[in-house]
């Protein structure tokens, strides 16, 4: 069958090659880049593959080479909106957010397919190192580029409508299959840094949005051992920038407390978690646990995967997940996801709102 495919083009080389395999198997595609700054120039430049100057320009001549239609959309607005203003909220409350997820749940899988749909687009597709099998979201075979993680905010409805032609193939292999297409973008390097923070100085950023608020930085008893000039500049696990001395053991930072603009730091020890709850649940591959039931765990974009015992109970708020380790994990954040797997397939995902530490650190 013969589908009306949106494909969405950053101007990579992953979306490039992505769009290509799509109208290679016979449908309908249309290229589209996402212009998420009314003025590019105040984003990244330079050729690192995602919301650069250069990057319109490279998914078009990529839509030339593949012979389909291309446009530029302007999603400035809600880029800025969910996005943008979203990462300074969460930090300015404490929790430690991470933006390309955001930007994957707000963007490109609601406002990009609710306007797709609308136009008469079946589907969009993307060129994430993740495979769909049977409906649901599975591993890409490449481990060190899998997405999923990232993807684990998706809804069931969004995945029905969507494509993700790369994930049964590596990145070398992508690149390979990109130069011998005469894709211009083979070697482009892959991005990494935050798009909308220029420079890739976050504390300078949330300074310049939030302003300078200084506040003390406490041991675990309550003494006070530095200052600070805001603390939405720290996140959970943080250990250099501190501007500490004086100790001969390592401190890292241990929670972060908006109310009272206190930094808490402590010895490394002191990081390891135990349990936590999440928020707003999404259940993308499984009706959702509301028993006690193993799975494994993901808690940062590449960050280790771990059993646990997981299930959603009611909280005060509505629905919450409630996960149990296996074994402590250190570094973990609020605001950050986490996303449920049962071996490669995600279940299903949600916002971390509260941690416990493990009481007596071993």
Known sequence: MTLRVLAAMSGGVDSAVAAARVAEAGHDVTGVHLALSKNPQSYRTGARGCCTVEDSHDARRAADVIGIPFYVWDMSEEFDREVVQDFVAEYESGNTPNPCLRCNEKIKFEAVLDRALALGFDAVATGHHVRKVDGRLVRSVDEAKDQS????????????????????????????????????????????DICFIADGDTRGFLNRRLGERPGPIRD???????????????????????????????????????????????????????????????????????????????????????????????????PELVVELTEPATGVATGQAVVVYDGDTVLGSATISTTSRVTSPA
């Open 149 to 192: 993680y990232v993807l684990g905010v998706l809804t069931r409805q969004q995945l029905e409508h969507a494509i993700f032609p790369l994930g049964d193939c590596t990145k070398e292999e992508v690149r390979a299959e990109a130069e011998r297409r005469g894709l211009s973008v083979a070697d482009k390097p892959d991005s990494h």
């Open 220 to 318: 675990e008893e309550g003494n006070v051992v530095g200052t600070h000039s805001g603390a939405h500049a720290f996140t959970v696990g943080q250990r250099k920038g501190l501007g500490l001395g004086g100790s001969p053991h390592p401190r890292y930072v241990l929670s972060i407390e908006p109310v009272d603009n206190t930094v808490t730091v402590g010895p490394r020890a002191s990081l390891r978690v135990e349990a936590m709850t999440g928020t707003r649940p999404v259940w993308s591959g499984s009706e959702p646990l509301t028993q006690p039931t193993d799975c494994h765990v993901q808690l940062r974009a590449h960050g280790q995967v771990h059993p646990a015992r997981v299930w959603q109970r009611e909280g005060q708020d509505g």
